[in-house]
C-alpha cells in the first residue's frame, strides 16, 4: 500500500478517532484540527515502507502528543519572556470562566497543565498503563504517577470521584489493553 493509499485509509476510517485524542488535548476544535494535520503532515512527510494502517495510527497518535506537549513547551516558554517586549495591551485570563454550573470533562481538562493534561488523557481516556503512558510521554514511570496524582486532585475538585486507578499496570476499562 502506498503512501497516499495509506493516508487516505487513515483519514477515513481512523480520522474521527484521532481527531476526537487531539482535541481532548487542546480543548478547542480548531486546534484539534491544526494537530491532526500537523501530526499527518509529520507522519508522512518521510517515505516509509511497510507501514500498516495500525502503524500509522500509533505513528500519527504520537506525533499529536509531541506536537501538542512542543507547542506547551514554546507557550510556556513564550510566557516567561513576553514581558520583556513591553507589551501589556492583552486582558489577564480570568479563572472563573472554566468554572460554572455547565462544567465538563473538557473545561476540567483545560484547567491542568499540559504535561498533566497529556498523562490524564492518555491514562483515563486512551486506558494506558502508567508504564504505557511514561514511555509514550518519554518520562519515567514516577513522573507520570506525580502528574497524574496532580490531575487527578484537580479533576475530582472539578468533576467529582474518578474511578479507582490504583493498579496502574492494569487498563481501566476490562478487556480492553493497548499494545
Do not use: N
Amino acid at each position: 500500500m502506498g503512501d497516499e493509499d495509506l493516508l487516505a485509509v487513515l483519514a477515513r476510517e481512523r480520522g474521527r478517532a484521532l481527531f476526537g485524542y487531539a482535541h481532548l488535548l487542546t480543548g478547542d476544535r480548531h486546534a484539534a484540527e491544526d494537530l491532526v494535520q500537523e501530526a499527518l503532515v509529520r507522519t508522512f512527510a518521510r517515505r516509509r515502507s511497510g507501514f500498516s494502517p495500525d502503524d500509522a495510527e500509533a505513528y500519527v497518535r504520537r506525533a499529536i502528543l509531541s506536537v501538542f506537549l512542543d507547542d506547551a513547551r514554546r507557550r510556556t516558554r513564550w510566557a516567561a519572556v513576553r514581558h520583556l517586549l513591553g507589551r501589556h495591551d492583552e486582558p489577564a485570563r480570568d479563572p472563573a470562566t472554566a468554572v460554572g454550573a455547565g462544567l465538563d470533562v473538557r473545561s476540567a481538562l483545560a484547567a491542568l497543565a499540559p504535561q498533566e493534561r497529556a498523562a490524564a488523557v492518555l491514562r483515563w481516556c486512551e486506558d494506558l498503563t502508567v508504564p504505557q503512558v511514561a514511555a509514550r510521554m518519554g518520562l519515567a514511570d514516577g513522573t507520570v504517577k506525580r502528574y497524574l496524582s496532580t490531575a487527578g486532585h484537580k479533576l475530582e475538585a472539578l468533576l467529582g470521584p474518578l474511578p479507582d486507578g490504583t493498579d496502574e499496570t492494569a487498563p481501566l476499562t476490562p478487556g480492553r489493553a493497548r499494545p
